[in-house]
Nanobody, 115 residues
């Protein structure tokens, strides 16, 4: 498994931007997929964005065109750039790594978008 630490969350007004970072405890080059999930109060955790080892990406319909995901294998970091934020993007965001059948999660970071 790998330890993941998120940063970059906070409070932002609607229409604003935030960039989340997720630093892994080891080299991420061999990790099959890394992604971001979120969980709003009273709702289930949902996939936001994922990026594979080969660089392929996938996004939830609700964030397509607004969010981008990238990975820096040298810095062992995955980023989530969030633009045009909406109040409904408010949630705790979790970094995830999946490889060899094992899944690792970060502790989560709060993102709050005010209207």
């Amino acid at each position: 498994q790998v330890q993941l630490v998120e940063s970059g969350g906070g409070l932002v007004q609607a229409g604003g931007s935030l960039k989340l970072s997720c630093v892994a405890s080891r080299n991420i080059f061999s990790i099959n997929a890394m992604g971001w999930y979120r969980q709003a109060p009273g709702k289930q955790r949902e996939l936001v964005a994922i990026i594979t080892r080969g660089g392929s990406t996938n996004f939830a319909d609700s964030v397509k065109g607004r969010f981008t995901i990238s990975r820096d294998n040298i810095k062992n970091t995955v980023y989530l750039q969030m633009n045009s934020l909406k109040p409904e993007d408010t949630a705790v965001y979790y970094c995830n790594a999946e490889s060899g059948g094992l899944r690792s999660w970060g502790q989560g970071i709060q993102v709050t978008v005010s209207s």
